[in-house]
């Protein structure tokens, strides 16, 4: 019992990482599935975003780091970045080239000891790999023959030199960029018009600092979010309507009941056929985006929901119901809380109820694919962990340590791309916006015959159907031929003798 006991204890000990993360990425994926605050959550990963950033972008070391790494990948010598803070191209240069030389030398040294130690006979010295890494490292073409001919000394010398000219000849042009003042701001604009795709004026940014800059950008991306808000329902609803039309998925004239009822949901505007087939793809949706930053930027789903608060609490509550449908949150109302927050709220929700179904489709998927990976990254930490006692180090905090700092890279992980992705994803290009009504000019007299044309049917098809004096489809009506019965047990027709059912009428029904 002692040892199942303990066997239990350190289960659950392991487990007991696991299950505070289940309990934190499990309380998101809740609130993910039922939609609720999702702007909020969305607003966050921005800010955080946003302050990674800035920290990294504006840090005093960034531009000693960005040297540090060219060096690594230019020159192939690792370089401190605390020792790259000179400001004068001309000593910097200098600077990185002596570095560069002293890592030459000890690297240098200790290859030439692998290919040619002196403690060792000439007979079993590398002098092919000698060459070749000679050759690819600092372009020093030296034959097998001649390294044989040469004593160590002369090889170490020969090598130096053709290390000192390979350095001298490199060209560190490329660093003065990150001796730019503004180097910092001028990185951290470009990323913003990546990320975000959000133009932002280094001239803006330049007398700022620190929270200032972070602001300021916390700003924009706001502001372009809250565009965002306005034009993507309108953009997903012509999708659907004249976007399913162009595809052939549906006739002109379901397009525009679709539009039709759409508009009246969402705006509660009785728009007519009229409208909608007079103005091309574009117009539509200029209108429309206009229409909806009226009701959801400008105040005018306020001035509804102030106007119908004057009435009776039965009349408003009505109205609310047949408005808002299933996003009107009535409990709300019964626990007190105000009915003009609840009710502004759920008309925010009903205007940007398409851009809240493609954040909840885009953070699902970001999320299960994170949390998957992180289970299989904890589950060969839990397989490895035990080697940290040779160590002398005890797995189990080693696990906790290791877990946490995971988990912290899962869920930046899951932030970096939800913000790449959210100002980006699109239900279609704005190709597909054209106008597909191909009665858009008919006349209203002409009605009749373009619903026909809507319908699917072609010009000579409708002028057929008028001269018979209907306006319905005809229909094709299969010819029937009549096919004698075999019975299973009869003679089968092919004349082999058998039965028709042991024949031709295996599978086949009577």
Not at 476 to 499: A, L, T, Y
Request: proline share 3%; aromatic share 8%.
């Amino acid at each position: 019992e002692e040892r199942n006991f303990a066997a239990r204890k350190n289960l659950l000990e392991y487990d007991e990482v696991m299950d505070h993360q289940r309990r934190i990425f499990y309380g998101q994926r809740q609130q993910i599935l039922e939609g609720r605050d999702l702007a909020p959550l969305i607003w966050d990963m921005i800010d955080e975003s946003i302050a990674g950033a800035v920290e990294r972008f504006l840090s005093p070391e960034y531009p000693s780091e960005c040297i540090a790494e060219w060096c690594r990948s230019g020159l192939d010598v690792s370089i401190s970045p605390s020792s790259l803070q000179e400001d004068d191209y001309e000593v910097l240069a200098k600077d990185i080239r002596d570095k560069a030389m002293d890592s030459a030398r000890d690297q240098v040294e200790i290859n030439l000891n692998e290919y040619v130690n002196e403690d060792t006979e000439p007979e079993e010295w590398d002098l092919r790999g000698l060459s070749r890494w000679a050759e690819t490292r600092w372009g020093v073409n030296l034959s097998q023959n001649h390294l044989r001919r040469m004593e160590v000394r002369e090889i170490r010398d020969e090598l130096l030199e053709g290390a000192r000219k390979k350095i001298e000849s490199a060209d560190l042009a490329p660093i003065q960029r990150w001796l730019d003042p503004q180097v910092g701001k001028a990185t951290l604009v470009e990323w913003a018009r990546t990320k975000f795709r959000i133009d932002v004026d280094l001239e803006d940014l330049a007398s700022l600092q620190g929270d200032d800059v972070e602001k300021a950008l916390q700003e924009r991306v706001r502001a372009a979010y809250r565009e965002r808000e306005v034009r993507y329902p309108v953009e997903y609803a012509l999708q659907m309507s004249i976007g399913a039309a162009a595809q052939g998925q549906q006739t002109d004239a379901y397009a525009v009941e679709r539009l039709r009822t759409w508009v009246k949901r969402k705006f509660d505007l009785d728009w007519s056929d009229e409208q909608i087939r007079g103005k091309n793809g574009q117009q539509l949706q200029e209108e429309l985006v206009e229409v909806n930053r009226q009701y959801l930027s400008n105040g005018r789903i306020a001035e509804q929901v102030d106007q119908q608060l004057e009435q009776p609490r039965e009349q408003w509550m009505a109205w609310a119901q047949q408005r808002f449908g299933s996003l009107l949150a009535e409990e709300a109302i019964e626990q007190g809380e105000d009915p003009r927050e609840v009710l502004l709220r759920a008309g925010r929700d009903l205007l940007r109820y398409e851009l809240t179904m493609l954040e909840q489709v885009v953070l699902l998927r970001i999320y299960d694919q994170a949390w998957k990976d992180h289970l299989y990254m904890m589950d060969r930490l839990k397989e490895g962990i035990g080697l940290r006692g040779y160590a002398e180090r005890d797995p189990k905090i080693e696990y906790k340590r290791e877990g946490f700092r995971t988990f912290q890279e899962m869920m930046s992980s899951i932030r970096e791309n939800v913000t790449d992705i959210i100002f980006k994803v699109q239900i279609a290009d704005e190709s597909n916006m054209r106008s597909v009504y191909r009665v858009a000019q008919a006349s209203h007299a002409d009605a009749t015959g373009s619903g026909l044309a809507a319908a699917g049917q072609t010009p000579d098809e409708v002028a057929a159907m008028r001269s018979q004096g209907t306006d319905r489809p005809q229909t094709v009506q299969p010819i029937k031929r009549d096919v004698p019965k075999v019975g299973r047990n009869d003679p089968c027709p092919c004349g082999s003798g058998k039965k028709y059912k042991k024949c031709h009428g295996r599978g086949v029904g009577e």
